[in-house]
């Protein structure tokens, strides 16, 4: 007998699995076996969220870190 799934712990878990699956792109180490069992578990929306505010993490972090190497 299955419980039934909490729509919003499934929607964390699946929010969860996107942080993870961006956070291995970005690194580039993802095994083909690994990264196709993560696209069944997430949702494109949650990659494409995660994806992006990634990406502003990266440029705001670069750009400090190069005004902090000029400054000094």
């Known amino acids: 007998m299955t419980t039934p799934v909490d729509k919003t712990a499934q929607s964390s878990q699946s ?8 956070a291995w792109s970005f690194l580039g180490i ?12 997430v949702n494109p ?3 494409v969220a995660v994806g ?3 990406v502003l993490l ?3 972090g670069l750009i400090s870190l190069v005004n902090w190497v000029v400054a000094k």
Do not use: E, F, N, P
């Open 52 to 54: 992006l505010v990634g």
């Open 15 to 22: 929010a969860w699995h996107s942080v993870r699956l961006v």
């Open 30 to 41: 993802r095994s083909k076996a690994a990264y196709q069992d993560d696209l069944t578990k």
């Open 45 to 47: 929306m949650h990659v």
């Open 58 to 60: 990266l440029v705001v």
